[in-house]
């Protein structure tokens, strides 16, 4: 049987179309998935529109890596009923990292003195995504999803992980004053599951030209919205316990510097290649904590998914736009054009 796919033919901008491929044998190790939707995310944009810094890409490349749908054969067992997504990191199993469930630093044991994007990430980077109406995938990166959570959820799912996999890493989250800098998509999805927590004192920092996604942040329930860092201090200010940085912006952790009370934790999850120097004296009178966070965990995948089935957080309105599948370079377009919120492609 044939089916179709969307492929990136190499890292020149745009240069992708629509593919026909045979679906494979199945080994015992595999099930095959009939995509009902999948999410564009930033780095789908990227090697789209041609981006550096993903040299590390194998092409041909079928795209997408925030994939939902049903399992409709497998090599070896039965065909499990409930619908799926996929995890998209295919980690050694043996490493410290493994071991511990941080499978998102999988390296395959290789020690990198350069942190490039883990070996472990595969599906829509290394290996074949799910921008296509059929992908094949390992079992064991099958995640199933309860039936309250909608196809458009579930296919923005992953992206909800990255957030999450950030927020866990401040203590008692769910009660400090945050600062989210940045409102895409990941930004919007750390927004959505504060808010969902019950946080009442979460805040969000864009510029001038993000004014429909800040107010997007409001309607999540985002208490107050900037878009300039100037504005925020005020007489009463008394500084927010975390940032949480989705810009990427290199002026971010010296702004951020001012604007932490004494030991407050700065979390960078947006990705920049630019060097930036921070004054060694705050970060020490101040015991400011700097983290980088990156990627998902299985655990942390899996806790999202529970909070998608939960009516609290409020991860619906993330999705600013559904296409079907013959269109969906039109849906790269319009995520090129800071869509306010998450494209998802139907199948």
Known sequence: MQYEALVKNTPAPK???????????????????KVNAVGICGSDLHMYDGHGGY????????????????VVAVGEGEVPQQRMVINPYKSCGNCEFCLSGESNRCDFDDYKYIKTPTEALRYGFREAGGMAEYMVVDKKN????QDTVTDEVAAISEALAVSFTAVVKIENFEKKSILIVG??????GVAAILVGAGNERVMMLGTAVDENRLQLAKEIGVSKTYQNAVDIPHEQFKGFDAIIDCSGHPSIPNAALRLLKRGGELILVGINPTSFSVPMDQIVRGEISIKGSYGITQANYEAVLLLAADARYPFQKLIAQTVPFKDC????????NKATGKVVIKM
Do not use: C, M, R
Request: net charge negative; charged share 15%.
């Open 55 to 70: 040299d590390w890409v194998s092409y041909p490349l079928v795209l997408g890596h925030e994939v939902t749908g049903s």
């Open 329 to 336: 370079l039109q849906g790269f377009e319009n995520a090129l």
């Open 183 to 188: 409102p895409g998509p990941i930004g919007l």
């Open 142 to 145: 099958l995640i199933p999803i």
């Open 15 to 33: 240069d992708i179309k629509f593919e026909t491929y045979e679906i494979p044998a199945l080994q015992p190790h595999q099930s095959l998935l």
